[in-house]
């Protein structure tokens, strides 16, 4: 645990904006030399060889001819040490010029132990959770000799259809960018040398969440200014902190498939940015320009990706077949290969494959290892996020004597892992009913009745027995929400509402009169008003993982207080979506007293003056704001003061407040600071999250607290697609989430 501790200890900040300029100051001479010789002595299929990336099939020997050509350089899905070791030995030991492969995996959120969802990380407002929760995967993943892990997922999402939006950190650019780069900083460790370290690949680069109508690997229409405002920034922070690699997208953006797009890969990644790792194609995204309409065949695949910038395809298996052709033929530069090439060969020496190509087979296991599952359990206590208590029913006090435990989520080890999860065994998942047995078993007497036996059942014979339970009851726990496997890649949804008869199931308890506390465990934010209206309390759980049901009984029996905030804003019916805090105002702006659907005069004549931007039917505001999360106590701010209200680009904004904990439990309080830029060459976002930290307080205890943002950090991509600080008047927010606080004011000057 010391290592953890060691690592978590870095200031979350800092690596965000110190580590700009490490990827090209990296650039050894003597290693660029080292690669340069080796180059020189590659023949060109040797070449093309180390890009080529395949999926593990098969047995050993099936691989191993393709191998001693020289014809891969990594291979993806291949979990076993020794079959690592074996495929690694042919390429080292009967390769002609024994070059290490790389072996890769999805190691999204852990290996074994899992950690919560992305989404639910980013829940915590606290890097050092997504940083840790890295460094444990990293641990465990190279200990069986994966040293490449196909993450962060950095896509900004705005759309909860969009079942990919549980792997990622949610809406907001800044809150992406800080946990993105705190998960590459866990993921890669101190050096990328060190045989724990696996080289983290930002994905999706770019656009790929702003899929149309939130179906996944839909286009996206997303012009110049928006894309480096909003979707740009996380990657642009993942190359500062040192990423290895990155991948492209599914998506075409504008017409132009990510695979493809030489605006991205050239311009932008390599000349603005100055990366140095290498770009590897998705899955068969290089062949799949060919459905897409980009190119004519696998051929001309294989000619528009490597052209654009790609230097490793995920399976397509294009470059190896093609591009000797197209090399004759002049179509694409033996140059191009070289720097492809380079940039492969330079993060294997990085990561020290040549020195140490072999996982040690022999070291014990780290898998499930203690602190392991302590990290998981204190990520998933940090992730849930308290949407409603009522008459502060949650935590459970003394005079609760018996609780029905319900719901389909209750005791589902595989649901409660989430989304990508190849590694994971549900037989190491403790579930919230496991956990409150085993926990408080002796507190209070238990009922279980499920009622429903998975999230999409929708046979209700069963929900009476769950009815009678919670009459038994002096509380219900109702435990719903979505399984794993209606989020994640290809798993969108086009109804928010929960799946199943589980909202029958919420009426029903509700109906016994008992308080109903609903824990949900899903994906995404679900439309649940109407059962959050039935519920005395609600408890929201991206799926938490491994170690969610000891995470949840703590949080519910007292020994944990909730301090997550939702990282997405939860709209009250799917056709509000896109819905998102960080919105430019109309002209129209909703007042927020618009007259709504049912209190319009019959025969009423045709008007819009006077009426603003809003659903008749749904109003304007979501059924929970970006940045909201309740505790059980309560906090006040109180002296939000501006150091200076006047000041230069070049200045430090200054901005102290006072945090109070009002309230009986001791808590943590996720404040946040939101910034507008009144007016600009273009309009702009009606607030902006610029900073947050995580206070602890003890029951009536005051801090100060101070944040500092530096004025260069309110550029943005102006009229003339230049980033800058436009000089005006800014309005200022500090509170505990994107709709609360009074505003102050600010200006800034040239
Ligand atoms: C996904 C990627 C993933 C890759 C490899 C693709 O389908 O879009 O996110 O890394 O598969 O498994």
């Known amino acids: 645990m010391k290592k953890l501790k060691a690592l978590s200890a870095c200031l979350p900040f800092l690596f965000l904006f110190s580590c700009a300029q490490q990827q090209h100051d990296n650039k050894d001479k003597g290693l660029e030399t080292r690669i340069d010789n080796l180059l020189s002595q590659m023949t060109l299929e040797e070449k093309i060889g180390q890009m080529n990336q395949i999926s593990s099939f098969g047995n050993i020997e099936d691989m191993s001819g393709l191998i001693k050509k020289g014809e891969i350089g990594s291979i993806l899905n291949e979990t076993d040490p020794q079959k690592i070791n074996a495929l690694q030995r042919v390429a080292m030991e009967e390769s002609r010029l024994g070059i290490p492969m790389i072996f890769a995996r999805d190691v999204i959120h852990g290996f074994k132990t899992i950690f919560p969802i992305p989404l639910g990380q980013a829940a915590s407002f606290n890097p050092e959770i997504a940083e840790v929760g890295a460094r444990v995967a990293a641990i465990e993943c190279s200990s069986v000799g994966i040293r490449w892990t196909f993450a962060p997922m950095i896509d900004v999402a705005r759309d909860p259809r969009w079942g990919r939006m549980a792997e990622g950190c949610g809406e907001d650019t800044y809150l992406t960018s800080v946990m993105g780069a705190a998960m590459i900083k866990g993921f890669q460790g101190d050096s990328l040398n060190n045989p724990t370290s696996v080289a983290a690949c930002p994905k999706h680069f770019v656009g790929y969440g702003a899929a149309e109508g939130g179906r996944d690997y839909n286009s996206t229409f997303i012009p110049e200014r928006l894309l480096r405002n909003v979707y740009l920034p996380p990657f642009e922070a993942a190359a500062r902190a040192g990423a290895a690699t990155y991948m492209t997208s599914f998506n075409d953006n504008d017409g132009v498939p990510s695979t493809g797009n030489k605006f991205i890969l050239e311009d932008v990644l390599r000349k603005e940015w100055g990366f140095d790792g290498f770009v590897v194609t998705d899955w068969a995204s290089a062949s799949e320009m060919i459905p ?66 072999f996982v040690d087979e022999e070291q014990p296991s780290v898998l499930y290892d203690t602190p392991h599952l302590e990290a998981a359990k204190r990520a998933a206590i940090e992730s849930a996020i308290l949407l409603k208590n009522d008459k502060g029913i949650l935590p459970l006090n003394g005079n609760v004597k018996t609780v029905a435990i319900v719901g389909p989520l209750a005791d589902a080890p595989h649901d409660q892992m989430g989304t990508w999860v190849f590694d994971g065994e549900k037989s190491h998942t403790q579930t919230p009913l496991h956990a409150i047995r085993e926990m408080y078993g002796d507190k209070v007497q238990i ?304």
């Open 292 to 357: 897409h309409g980009f190119v004519v065949d696998e051929k001309d695949a294989a000619l528009k990706s490597v052209n654009a910038g790609v230097d490793m395809e995920m399976v397509s298996y294009t470059f190896v077949k093609y591009l000797p052709e197209l090399i004759k033929e002049g179509k694409v530069k033996e140059s191009t290969i070289d720097n492809a090439v380079r940039n492969i060969l330079r993060i294997k020496f990085r990561m020290g494959l040549f020195e140490n190509p």
């Open 447 to 750: 009922i279980y009745e499920p009622g429903l036996a998975y999230s999409r059942d929708k046979n209700t014979a069963n929900i009476s027995k769950a009815a009678a339970a919670a009459a038994k009851a002096d509380v219900v726990l109702a435990f719903v929400g979505e399984e794993a496997i209606l989020s994640g890649e290809a798993h969108c949804l086009a109804d928010l509402n929960l799946v199943g008869a589980q909202s029958e199931l919420i009426a029903a308890l509700a109906k016994t009169g008992k308080p109903v506390v609903t824990v949900v465990m899903a994906g995404r934010p679900l439309t649940i008003g109407k059962e959050a209206e039935l519920s005395s309390a609600v408890l929201y759980n991206f799926h938490p993982g491994t170690m969610g049901g000891p995470a949840i009984a703590d949080l519910l029996f007292g020994k944990e207080v909730p301090s997550g905030k939702t990282p997405v804003t939860f709209p009250k019916m799917v056709g509000q979506v896109p819905m998102y805090y960080a919105h430019n105002n109309s002209g129209r702006p909703a007042q927020k007293n618009e007259t709504l659907i049912n209190d319009i005069p019959l025969e009423a004549g045709q008007t819009s003056l006077g009426n603003t931007s809003f659903y008749l039917d749904a109003g304007f505001d979501p059924l929970y704001p970006f940045g909201y999360g309740l505790s059980y106590t309560t906090f006040e701010y109180s002296d939000v003061k501006i150091a200076s209200s006047q000041l230069k680009k070049q200045d430090v904004l200054s901005i102290s407040f006072s945090l109070e904990n009002t309230g009986k439990y001791k808590g943590t309080e996720v404040a946040q600071l939101y910034v507008r830029d009144k007016v600009g060459s273009v309009t702009r976002p009606v607030k902006e999250l610029k900073r947050f930290t995580r206070i602890m307080l003890q029951p009536g205890e005051k801090k100060t607290v101070t944040f500092e943002l530096p004025v260069a950090e309110l550029a943005f991509w102006n009229i003339d697609m230049v980033k800058t600080v436009e000089a005006g008047d800014f309005g200022l927010w500090v509170a505990g989430d994107s709709q609360s606080g009074n505003e102050l004011v600010f200006k800034v000057t040239d």
